[in-house]
Each structure stands twice: as structure tokens, then as C-alpha cells.
């Protein structure tokens, strides 16, 4: 089975800090999807950014900003300046065509605590 | 415009017994999925339906079936309930096109006794 890696179970930050979450994934797929979910306690899966495999180019977007590097199949993920409000569980996935479908392979995740 | 919504939140049913859990996608979207993400997991792919077929499935055995109706909505049902198939089990909807996001519902939380 083609793996996605979140090596760290559990983060602990102080507000305003930059945390940045890890992500490795493996995939015989030249064409493919990754995307970073976030879920709060509530336990509702959101939605954060989305990468395609063709662009590497890194953006950010408020205070979300994202690694994608090819050569070492890792696709990073950074929160600036943490609020308390981000506390929760993040996921990373990768989204394949296959068989007709578009599947998720989630991560483990990563628990994500920013106290004051 | 609502998002994707599942019934019931809760659920407690005991060994042996079946239970069928309902979801309705996202305005718009076509494709409806299913995973069980259990404790402290990441969720787990059990199948998607489009055009009220199943298009792709996870590895998870029979007892474990759907279906979508022409609205698009969709069911989950698992039979011959094991304590191993407590969990939470998310939907998601997508568009069928392309590689487009995943919008998830809030999940129902099975507990099996």
C-alpha cells in the first residue's frame, strides 16, 4: 500500500508561534493530489489547501503556507503566528484517479496544541 | 447552500446486529464517499458512488455495502456488527471531474457492544 507519513503524533506551540506540520507520502503515480484537512474536536474534516503533482510552486495563503518538494515526496505544511483556534488534528491525504474513483490515503495525523 | 450532512450523529448497536447510516452531498456535487476513521486513526477509504454505482472500493469486506439514490444522496450499511467496527464514519462529497476536494460531513459515531 502506497503510505502517507506523519511522523509527528503530537505538537505542543505557544501562541504566535510558527509550527510547521510533515508530511511524506509514497506513490508509483506520476499524476496525483495532495491536500492538508483539518479536524477540531468537533470532528468535522476541513479543508485547507489543495497541490496537484505538476506544480511545486510553494504559495501561502493568510497564514497558511505550503512545501511541496517532489524529490523527497514531502509536503509540508505551516501555520504563522498560532492562534489557540488552530488546535486540533491535521491531516495530510493524497488523491489518486484510479478504477474510476478518486480515493483519499490519509495520514495518521498530527495533534496540533497552541496554548496561551 | 448546506454541506454535506450525515443521520444520525450517534449510534449504539450491539454485536451481530445492522445498522445503515445516511448521507446527503453538498449542493452540486455528484460523488459521494465513505471512510471509518477509527480512534486516533486517520479515516480509511471504504467506497465511492457515482451515478448510483460503487466506483472504487477500500479493502474492506462485504458486509460493508452502499448505495446511492438519484438525488445523489447515499447509504452505508455494515452488517454482522463487530466490536471492531466502532468508529466514526465520515462522508464526502466531490465533484466527479478532475481532482477536486472533498467536502466531509460532521460523521456518525458508531459504538458496537
Known amino acids: 500500500a502506497q503510505k502517507v507519513t506523519q511522523a509527528q503524533t503530537e505538537i505542543s506551540v505557544v501562541e504566535k508561534e510558527d509550527v510547521t506540520l510533515d508530511c511524506v507520502y509514497e506513490?508509483?503515480?506520476?499524476?496525483?493530489?495532495l491536500f492538508w484537512y483539518k479536524q477540531p474536536p468537533s470532528g468535522e474534516l476541513v479543508f485547507l489547501i489543495r497541490?496537484?503533482?505538476?506544480?511545486?510552486q510553494n504559495e501561502i495563503s493568510g497564514r497558511y503556507s505550503w512545501n511541496f518538494q517532489k524529490s523527497t515526496s514531502s509536503f509540508n505544511f505551516t501555520i504563522t503566528a498560532s492562534q489557540v483556534v488552530d488546535s486540533a488534528v491535521y491531516f495530510c491525504?493524497?488523491?489518486?484517479?484510479?478504477?474510476?474513483?478518486?480515493?483519499?490515503?490519509f495520514g495518521t495525523g498530527t495533534q496540533l496544541k497552541v496554548e496561551l | 447552500d448546506a454541506g454535506v450532512t450525515q443521520s444520525p450523529t450517534h449510534l449504539i448497536k450491539t454485536r451481530g446486529q445492522q445498522v445503515t447510516l445516511r448521507c446527503s452531498p453538498k449542493?452540486?456535487?455528484?460523488?459521494v464517499s465513505w471512510y471509518q476513521q477509527a480512534l486516533g486513526q486517520g479515516p480509511q477509504f471504504i467506497f465511492q458512488?457515482?451515478?448510483?454505482?460503487?466506483?472504487q472500493r477500500g479493502n474492506f469486506p462485504d458486509r460493508f455495502s452502499g448505495h446511492q439514490f438519484p438525488n445523489y444522496s447515499s447509504e452505508l450499511n455494515v452488517n454482522a456488527l463487530l466490536l471492531g467496527d466502532s468508529a466514526l464514519y465520515l462522508c464526502?462529497?466531490?465533484?466527479?471531474?478532475?481532482?477536486?476536494?472533498?467536502?466531509f460531513g460532521p460523521g456518525t459515531r458508531l459504538t458496537v457492544l
Open positions: 464526502a462529497s466531490s465533484l466527479r471531474t478532475g481532482y477536486n476536494e472533498q467536502f
Open positions: 506513490t508509483r503515480d506520476t499524476t496525483y493530489y
Open positions: 497541490r496537484n503533482s505538476f506544480d511545486e
Open positions: 491525504a493524497r488523491g489518486v484517479l484510479t478504477g474510476g474513483g478518486n480515493k483519499l490515503t
Open positions: 449542493s452540486g456535487h455528484d460523488t
Open positions: 458512488y457515482y451515478e448510483e454505482e460503487e466506483r
